[in-house]
């Protein structure tokens, strides 16, 4: 239940920002808004679950945190459903909130669906965004591990979800632009599901070549490698660490 109020308030922060800016036109705020809203809404995320579930809040740390032993793999497909759920219970409170709006910016449901999904940009190839999207979850999986090795220069477990909320916001800010940044395969699919049963058509899966599938797959895994070159290459070194198996994720 921890994972599931956490994911809920991460992906309404977020959803809502991107619905405000987008059904005002950008007079309610800018892309700026959108990544800096995301990274608080990191932050409350894990804030509120970090020490209950891990505050994980996304399938790409938690199949990351697995691979590298500090989750059992039986835990995983519940961690999933629950992050799949809690997104698409956010899309639909969201759906709610803005629905008059989105009735008159976007009656026939053809140009709104990038407030709940991502979306690549025009001219940019799905080959381009896969890749974007691998780098960008590799590079949150390597700040997530760092942020909480004890073995490392640890900041205090207090400062881990604001400089989680942090990295967040400058992922999006450097990456962003090419696919929307998803990082996040609950974060997509459940809004994408949501849009799906709400009448936007079976085009929120079909637009862009079937775009849909990349937000899914190439965070997790460019997530697990993320993972895997951490340990390879800075947690495994530390002289003061054991090598046995990692403790629980938990921050």
Known sequence: MA??????????????ATA?????SGTAGT????ALTWGIAYFLGITVAGGVSGGHLNPTVTVAVAALGMLPWKKVPFYLLVQLLASYIAALVVYILYRPMLNIVDP??????????TYPLANVGNFTCFLTEFFAAAVL???????????NRPIGRQAVPAAIGVLVSAIAMAFGMNTGLAINAARDLGPRLLMWTVGFGSRVFS?????????????ILGGAVGGIAYEGMVGYHHPTRSHGPYPEFRY
Request: no cysteine.
């Open 207 to 219: 637009l862009n070549h079937y775009y849909f599938w990349i937000p899914l797959v190439a965070p």
């Open 20 to 24: 405000q800016i987008t059904l005002s």
């Open 31 to 34: 892309f700026i808004i959108v």
């Open 108 to 117: 026939e449901r053809t140009s709104t669906n990038a407030i709940f999904a």
């Open 141 to 151: 999986v390597v700040g997530f591990l760092a942020l909480q090795d004890q073995h």
């Open 3 to 16: 994972e599931f109020f956490a994911t809920f308030i991460m992906v309404s922060f977020g959803l809502g």
